[in-house]
């Protein structure tokens, strides 16, 4: 469900939104054309489908189109994908082709008018061939984590990024060295989706009884895929550390496996190292759960996102925002979000990740305090309004020069 | 004194606030050779970036060290006391970006000269990256002839239109003092206290809390001039 701004000012503040407002005079009836490979799932659609509405409230015309192609199309870029976040694919000059080919059909199909084409990940990066021929501002953005490309698909892409005007990436470790402007915009969440809104104490307390979770003894809380890079038995590794000092209980909860066998691998392990401990709760829950997601993490007295890689971490600004202590590891995204010590606290280990844990059950004031730190960090730094305004600054920047732009 | 000797300007202050976009540079240090190396060379909004972020992204807190080249020499480089030299720069001493980027090179040049070898590399994943700034200033509708409108915008502007006024204007555009203290002198002939507001080290309160610093500092010159009943801005009304 999506909110008008207004409904923003009692989180933000009044002013946030009297500035957006204001910004968003200097864009009003441009036309932002949005361009992906899909409409549903993912990172990308959620983020487009609940800043539309908010752009199109401030006088943007904002639209969305969606690039068709056929099942050969989109197993390439699949391992265009998977190779981007550095894992080992082969590519053949075939597959190049049908990237190609898809590409220039589409662009025979797709309206490339407007101030600015915004063309998301790889997928329709080829469309910038259309460039000479459309009097338009050409903005790449990148939702994956490209800190260690595969160099065959990179270098493939790469005289294609640097036809655009500039390139989004979402976190400072996904930076790579280009020839155009590459601006830093992290994700954001949104404090009034299901996820996030304030919950009431009665609906909390349900979930914990239909998950069978004694609200009376401590939560240690990751929400997480079950994946190896999310670290869930080290997790457990170091709760069971805890465990022996402070009467606790884990809680890893994660959506599904359905059709990701390496998914399901990960949660028999998990299950597996998990069978002997009664305090230890796996729960492997639909996807689209976010008010049972919202409720474990506000019922939990300590959050950890223990994970081994991360592009930015949005598990880690939900439970700041819900005020939450976290004990999370230093690497990709998190750093931005939790300064050791001030919003929560980084661990580089499992050892560490047990004392902090244990540092935070045993000191509740000092946990309360990190986790209140946290929360404004994320009120001024992650919500969707400092996206939106950042959306916009980038709109302009592609219309001004200088890094002292006056408007 | 009299009411009727707040003076009202010619020129009314033009309150302007700020918002930044992050821009992303490719360079990165893992090692303290490589982080002076990109301090020489890097543009002067990459300086200003790392060296004053801190002050509109944490608004709870004045987290130490207030800027990023300390941080990490301290938290990935594990150098405690070079790290504290640097937190200890003092940025309101340095009227421009080019003498603070000078500063920082003085403070680590010497280091590197004693501590060459072996120079110690920050574990993977805690690299250095640099960050420039890309500042938008944006005229907001709000205005002050006298000391009283001026309180009255204080109270309810955006703490990015302070900081504009406070900060970047100063350090940044390079004028001689913050915006407020230069119109209050010139405008209104209010030495005293745009004395007093640049004697601030605002480098040390959140936005927050100059704004209420300053705020207080005009209480106080209202108090020596009974009879007045409080601010009175111009401008639409934007809830506090």
């Known amino acids: 469900m999506n909110h008008p701004l207004q409904a923003y000012e009692s989180v933000v503040g009044p002013q946030v939104i009297y500035e957006l407002r204001l910004l968003a005079e200097r864009t009003k009836g441009w036309t932002v054309r949005n361009i992906n490979s899909t409409a549903v799932g993912g990172g990308v659609a959620e983020i487009l489908n609940r800043m539309n509405p908010l752009l199109q409230e401030l006088g943007i015309n904002a639209r969305w189109d969606v690039i068709k192609g056929g099942e050969k199309f989109f197993k390439v870029t699949k391992k265009f994908h998977n190779a981007l976040h550095g894992k080992e694919e082969c590519f053949s000059e075939e597959d190049f082709a049908v990237f190609l080919e898809n590409n220039e059909i589409n662009a025979n199909s797709l309206d490339l008018s407007g101030e600015v084409l915004f063309i998301h990940d790889p997928q329709p990066i080829g469309l910038i061939n259309r460039k000479d021929s459309v009097n338009s501002k050409w903005l790449w953005r990148c939702h994956i984590d490209v800190s260690n490309p595969n160099p065959q698909v990179w270098n493939f892409l790469l005289p294609f990024i640097n036809r655009y005007h500039s390139a989004v990436f979402s976190a400072p470790s996904f930076s790579q060295k280009l020839l155009i402007p590459q601006a830093l915009i992290s994700p954001s969440i949104d404090p009034l989706s299901d996820k996030n809104k304030d919950l009431p104490e009665d609906v909390i307390q349900r979930i914990l009884e239909r998950f069978r979770i004694d609200p009376g003894k401590p939560i240690v809380t990751q929400i997480s895929r079950f994946d190896y890079l999310k670290d869930p038995v080290g997790v457990i590794d170091a709760f069971e550390m805890v465990q022996r000092y402070v009467d606790c209980q884990l809680i890893l909860a994660g959506g599904e496996a359905t059709d990701d ?52 971490g949005l598990t880690v600004s939900e439970a700041l925002w819900k005020g939450r202590p976290m004990v999370a590891s230093a690497v990709g995204g998190i750093t931005l979000q939790i300064t050791h010590k001030y919003s929560g606290l980084l661990c580089h280990s499992i050892e560490g990740a047990a004392h902090a844990i244990k540092q935070l059950l045993q000191n509740p004031d000092y946990a309360k305090k990190l986790g209140e730190n946290g929360k404004e960090h994320i009120r001024q730094n992650f919500l969707l309004t400092r996206h939106l305004r950042d959306y916009l600054l980038l709109f302009l920047s592609l219309y001004r020069e200088g890094d002292i732009i006056h408007l | 004194m009299d009411p009727e000797s707040l003076r009202r300007a010619a020129q009314p202050f033009q309150f302007k606030s700020q918002l930044q976009l992050r821009q992303l540079t490719g360079l990165k240090a893992t090692n303290l050779a490589q982080m002076l190396q990109i301090l020489k060379s890097a543009p002067g909004s990459v300086i200003y970036h790392h060296t004053h972020h801190f002050l509109q992204q944490h608004q709870y807190l004045t987290p130490e060290p207030p800027n990023d080249f300390a941080y990490w020499v301290r938290e990935s480089l594990q150098e405690i006391k070079l790290a504290e030299k640097l937190t200890s720069i003092n940025i309101c001493d340095y009227p421009n970006i080019r003498s603070l980027r000078e500063k920082l090179i003085q403070t680590i040049e010497p280091f590197l000269e004693k501590n060459r070898h072996p120079l110690r590399e920050a574990p993977e994943g805690q690299e250095m990256h640099f960050i420039k700034c890309v500042s938008f200033v944006l005229p907001t509708p709000f205005t002050a002839y006298d000391l009283n409108e001026f309180a009255a915008v204080l109270q309810k502007i955006s703490i990015h239109s302070i900081y504009y006024h406070m900060f970047e204007s100063r350090i940044r555009l390079e004028k001689p003092s913050n915006d407020f203290s230069l119109w209050l002198e010139q405008e209104i002939g209010e030495t005293d206290l745009a004395k007093k507001i640049a004697r601030l080290d605002p480098y040390t309160h959140t936005i927050e809390g100059l704004r209420g610093k300053i705020l207080k500092l005009i209480d106080a010159r209202f108090r020596q001039t009974p009879g007045l009943d409080g601010p009175k801005g111009s401008g639409p009304e934007v809830p506090a």
């Open chain 1, 261 to 312: 066998p390496e998914s399901a691998e990960v949660l028999a392990k998990v299950r597996d190292r998990a069978a002997n401990n009664p305090d230890i709760h796996v729960l492997a829950i639909p996807s689209g759960s976010d008010l049972e997601i919202n409720a474990l993490q506000r019922a939990s007295a300590v959050v950890v996102q223990k994970s081994l890689k991360e592009g930015f």
